[in-house]
């Protein structure tokens, strides 16, 4: 077993631990419970995914890599063209409407 990730909450645990599980690599989470002494235990106590196979550990970073990029992804706020809502850059759909953003750059065909 090693360690993979130190999160920051365990729902950010869950999420790497959820990732890592979909693409078949058998994981745990740990130190979950350890989430109500914040500030009095250190900080590299709190909750961390283990990969079970140190096989699997590249892949396990590859993942866990490509979900911290999707993180710091946020783009610019927009507003929805469907309801006029101002929308977080990091959302890809109105959360008033449902409606999908819609990217400048793709191509709309023509209509004839």
Known sequence: MRIVYTAA???DAQLV????HSAGIESIMTG???VGAIGELPANLGPAVQ???NEDFLLARSIIEDYEEC??????????ENCSEPQQGNFHQCW???QMKIDPR???PEIK
Do not use: F, H, P, R
């Not at 631990?17 to 890592?20: A, C, E, G, Q, Y």
């Not at 993180?71 to 929805?80: A, F, K």
């Open 17 to 20: 631990l959820d990732k890592l």
């Open 9 to 11: 909450s365990v729902i």
């Open 32 to 34: 979950q419970q350890l």
């Open 51 to 53: 990969i079970i196979d």
């Open 106 to 108: 793709a191509e709309t």
């Open 71 to 80: 993180l710091q992804e946020s783009g610019e706020n927009w507003i929805c």
């Open 96 to 98: 008033n409407c449902g």
